[in-house]
Every structure is written in structure tokens, then in C-alpha cells.
């Protein structure tokens, strides 16, 4: 491997954890960041391999997408008169908001080479279901004050 091709192989793993780091940490303290951010940052610590990153990413898409179907049970149940009608055609859009935005995102990071970019696609995917979470729980706060 030449000297060129080192560098960049390095500066590309740099670039990556750090993209990692920041997207998923906050500048919450370790108390106050939900438990699954928490979880997600310790695997990828302990494992720095790019098909280990992946399997944590998988991890935590999965722990997200089952705490997002969670919160959404609870706020179903929670809503009043037409609450129940307007939250699941929210969430019926949403999904197709969100499987357009995977397809993009595919569409995207499949231009690029490299498999710091698998990774990056990996992680966009634990945002969004993520967010959508932390939106959906931030909305039964409400309904629980």
C-alpha cells in the first residue's frame, strides 16, 4: 500500500469516527442521555472494526425501531376523540417519509467507495427512527403532564 493510500485510509477512518461521535452524542451528560445512546456509544468503543460498527449500528436501529413501535403504543392508547386517527396518519406518513429518505440515502452513500460509507448510511438510519422516537416521546410527555 503506498504511502498516499495510508493516509488516506486513515484520514477516512478519522473522518468517520468522528462524524460517528458527533452525530450520535449530544451535549446532554451521560444522566440525562437516553439509555439506547448510551448503549450504542459503549459498543462502538469497544468495538472499532467497520463490520463491528455495523453490527452496533444494526443493534441500535433495532433497539430504536422497538422503543419508537413502544412509545407509539402508549400515546396511541393515551389520545382522546380523533387523537388516535390523526397520530396514525402521522405515523403513515412518517414511514413514507422515512422510506424515501433510506432510499435516498442509499442512493447517495452508493455513489461514494469505501466501507466508511456503509457505516455513515448505517448511522443516518439509527437517527432518523431515533428522532422519530424522541418526537413521539417528547409528545407523551405532554399527554402525561
Not at 484520514?11 to 448510551?38: I, M, Y
Not at 450504542?40 to 425501531?65: F, H, I, Q, V
Amino acid at each position: 500500500m503506498t504511502g498516499h493510500r495510508i493516509r488516506k485510509y486513515f484520514l477516512a477512518a478519522f473522518v468517520l469516527a468522528a462524524w460517528v461521535g458527533a452525530l450520535l452524542s449530544n451535549a446532554q451528560t451521560a444522566e440525562k442521555r437516553h439509555p439506547l445512546d448510551v448503549k450504542l456509544d459503549e459498543c462502538l468503543k469497544t468495538n472499532p472494526s467497520t463490520a463491528d460498527m455495523l453490527e452496533c449500528l444494526g443493534r441500535a436501529y433495532t433497539d430504536w425501531d422497538a422503543e419508537l413501535n413502544a412509545i407509539y403504543q402508549k400515546l396511541l392508547a393515551g389520545l382522546p376523540a380523533e387523537g388516535p386517527a390523526a397520530l396514525r396518519e402521522s405515523q403513515r406518513a412518517w414511514l413514507k417519509f422515512r422510506d424515501q429518505e433510506f432510499l435516498l440515502l442509499q442512493k447517495l452513500y452508493g455513489l461514494r467507495e469505501g466501507s466508511m460509507y456503509r457505516t455513515m448510511l448505517a448511522a443516518d438510519r439509527v437517527d432518523l427512527v431515533r428522532k422519530r422516537a424522541l418526537e413521539l416521546s417528547s409528545y407523551l410527555d405532554v399527554l402525561e403532564k
